[in-house]
């Protein structure tokens, strides 16, 4: 083989059964319905040398313990294993998730998957990756950078003290504030056989969060949110699969929000791809490669599992008994109580001491080149600032995002004196600095990985 291969599958993945959606804590109840699909795609890659899988899939994100079940899977049936082996969740906050997940109400709790969708999942995945690699054929690679500022901003927007204000949509007095910059490249890689186009992949980093057409209705609906749109867009044109991987996206929201919005902004970013014809540009014998660097990283906070477990069993007949009390609600519908406040940090507390029993993890970060693009593949929720690094020393590079494992916000250290809802104990898991070890390590490491 003297040129690269790539196979395409894609499959539905939206449940047909009322499931739990991951992404927003004051969920109390089941999905009631489907407003957008959600999908898993693979991609197979192979340039007579190495093999690569890259799975995209609507979720918020697949936490390190199931990544590792899947990588074995995957390899069990088609004998490529990680690092040639990409898990990317698209971050929408209205799918289900394959790890347990934490709701504040105390009948529900510590919430596990539902059985039936992680095992339609796996299906799904093994059926995907065989048939991607099963149709696997000889193709050209093209790629196209462009600028898609008009649909996103940061909602790490900086007021005149200098301190961060999280504006979660855009702030009408726009004018008193500073706005924080956000990587608005998009990255589009298009794969072509002799009958056309047979497949892209795009990254862009914007939170799916568009909420659909109405607050309340929407809220429990199933949906891929614009990503949704952005394939749909660019399959309209070229009668191809095409796959979405998250940028640095952990600040960047989308500029507008409910309505139509989830249409708006997935076709607009995916006619920038379509219309963007004369900017493509041809990759000369594309080769690919996969690597991954390691590091011991430790929580922000000490857990010890048995007391935790205890704790959490406490506080929670403490909230049920005080709801009983028919003590008065939040605006969110939440019990607004003290009791209601320590049940939700103790259950946090019992995600935290599940996901690390030692109160450390192994962060793995993942580099994949395919051609001349490389992929810093990471398994947080990573700010603007990382991406905007990396492409400042690397202009070919581009942050996977919420990746190969899910394990919360990292901002870097100089965030933190700033405040803002990324910095807080809740949604970051490790202590100050981990992201910019991270960064230093991905930065060094891409000086040999990188062939630019």
């Given at each position: 083989?003297?040129?690269?291969?790539?196979?395409?599958?894609?499959?539905?993945?939206?449940?047909?059964?009322?499931?739990?959606?991951?992404?927003?804590?004051?969920?109390?109840?089941?999905?009631?319905?489907?407003?957008?699909?959600?999908?898993?795609?693979?991609?197979?890659?192979?340039?007579?040398?190495?093999?690569?899988?890259?799975?995209?899939?609507?979720?918020?994100?697949?936490?390190?313990?199931?990544?590792?079940?899947?990588?074995?899977?995957?390899?069990?049936?088609?004998?490529?294993?990680?690092?040639?082996?990409?898990?990317?969740?698209?971050?929408?906050?209205?799918?289900?998730?394959?790890?347990?997940?934490?709701?504040?109400?105390?009948?529900?709790?510590?919430?596990?998957?539902?059985?039936?969708?992680?095992?339609?999942?796996?299906?799904?995945?093994?059926?995907?990756?065989?048939?991607?690699?099963?149709?696997?054929?000889?193709?050209?690679?093209?790629?196209?950078?462009?600028?898609?500022?008009?649909?996103?901003?940061?909602?790490?927007?900086?007021?005149?003290?200098?301190?961060?204000?999280?504006?979660?949509?855009?702030?009408?007095?726009?004018?008193?504030?500073?706005?924080?910059?956000?990587?608005?490249?998009?990255?589009?890689?298009?794969?072509?056989?002799?009958?056309g186009i047979g497949a892209?992949?795009?990254?862009?980093?914007?939170?799916?969060?568009?909420?659909?057409?109405?607050?309340?209705?929407?809220?429990?609906?199933?949906?891929?949110?614009?990503?949704?749109?952005?394939?749909?867009?660019?399959?309209?044109?070229y009668a191809c699969p095409?796959?979405?991987?998250?940028?640095?996206?952990?600040?960047?929201?989308?500029?507008?929000?409910?309505?139509?919005?989830?249409?708006?902004?997935?076709?607009?970013?995916?006619?920038?791809?379509?219309?963007?014809?004369?900017?493509?540009?041809?990759?000369?014998?594309?080769?690919?490669?996969?690597?991954?660097?390691?590091?011991?990283?430790?929580?922000?906070?000490?857990?010890?599992?048995?007391?935790?477990?205890?704790?959490?069993?406490?506080?929670?007949?403490?909230?049920?008994?005080?709801?009983?009390?028919?003590?008065?609600?939040?605006?969110?519908?939440?019990?607004?109580?003290?009791?209601?406040?320590?049940?939700?940090?103790?259950?946090?507390?019992?995600?935290?001491?599940?996901?690390?029993?030692?109160?450390?993890?192994?962060?793995?970060?993942?580099?994949?080149?395919?051609?001349?693009?490389?992929?810093?593949?990471?398994?947080?929720?990573?700010?603007?600032d990382i991406g905007l690094?990396?492409?400042?020393?690397?202009?070919?590079?581009?942050?996977?995002?919420?990746?190969?494992?899910?394990?919360?916000?990292?901002?870097?250290?100089?965030?933190?004196?700033?405040?803002?809802?990324?910095?807080?104990?809740?949604?970051?898991?490790?202590?100050?600095?981990?992201?910019?070890?991270?960064?230093?390590?991905?930065?060094?490491?891409?000086?040999?990985?990188?062939?630019?």
């Amino acid at each position: 083989m003297d040129s690269l291969q790539f196979g395409v599958a894609v499959r539905d993945i939206t449940p047909s059964y009322p499931v739990f959606l991951h992404g927003y804590a004051n969920r109390n109840q089941r999905s009631n319905g489907v407003s957008e699909p959600i999908s898993l795609s693979c991609l197979a890659l192979d340039d007579g040398e190495q093999q690569i899988l890259l799975v995209t899939c609507d979720m918020v994100g697949i936490e390190s313990q199931p990544c590792a079940e899947l990588y074995e899977l995957l390899k069990e049936k088609t004998g490529i294993a990680y690092p040639h082996i990409l898990f990317s969740c698209s971050h929408t906050h209205f799918a289900p998730a394959l790890h347990h997940d934490g709701f504040p109400f105390p009948d529900l709790g510590l919430v596990a998957p539902d059985p039936r969708f992680v095992e339609d999942f796996k299906t799904h995945l093994v059926e995907a990756a065989q048939e991607s690699i099963k149709n696997k054929r000889p193709g050209t690679l093209e790629i196209a950078r462009l600028r898609a500022p008009q649909v996103l901003f940061n909602r790490r927007t900086v007021a005149a003290d200098g301190q961060v204000v999280t504006n979660y949509r855009y702030p009408l007095d726009a004018e008193n504030y500073t706005f924080s910059p956000v990587d608005d490249e998009l990255t589009a890689l298009r794969f072509k056989d002799e009958n056309g186009i047979g497949a892209v992949l795009v990254n862009f980093g914007c939170h799916p969060v568009t909420g659909g057409r109405d607050v309340e209705r929407d809220h429990y609906k199933i949906s891929a949110d614009y990503p949704f749109y952005l394939r749909q867009a660019i399959a309209a044109e070229y009668a191809c699969p095409v796959l979405f991987t998250l940028g640095a996206a952990g600040d960047a929201v989308p500029l507008e929000r409910f309505g139509d919005s989830r249409q708006h902004i997935g076709t607009i970013l995916g006619k920038t791809v379509t219309m963007a014809e004369r900017v493509f540009a041809a990759q000369e014998n594309p080769k690919i490669a996969a690597d991954f660097l390691e590091f011991e990283a430790h929580t922000h906070i000490g857990l010890d599992a048995d007391a935790v477990e205890a704790e959490y069993t406490q506080a929670r007949a403490a909230f049920a008994a005080a709801q009983e009390g028919e003590i008065a609600v939040d605006r969110e519908g939440r019990p607004d109580s003290t009791a209601g406040e320590i049940f939700g940090e103790k259950l946090l507390n019992l995600k935290r001491a599940k996901l690390y029993p030692n109160n450390k993890f192994q962060v793995k970060v993942q580099f994949l080149r395919i051609g001349g693009t490389t992929l810093v593949v990471i398994p947080f929720e990573v700010l603007s600032d990382i991406g905007l690094r990396l492409k400042q020393r690397f202009p070919n590079s581009a942050v996977v995002s919420c990746a190969n494992g899910y394990q919360g916000y990292l901002p870097l250290a100089h965030n933190y004196d700033k405040g803002g809802y990324e910095t807080m104990g809740r949604s970051t898991h490790f202590e100050k600095g981990t992201a910019d070890r991270l960064l230093e390590a991905a930065l060094d490491h891409l000086s040999s990985f990188d062939p630019t």
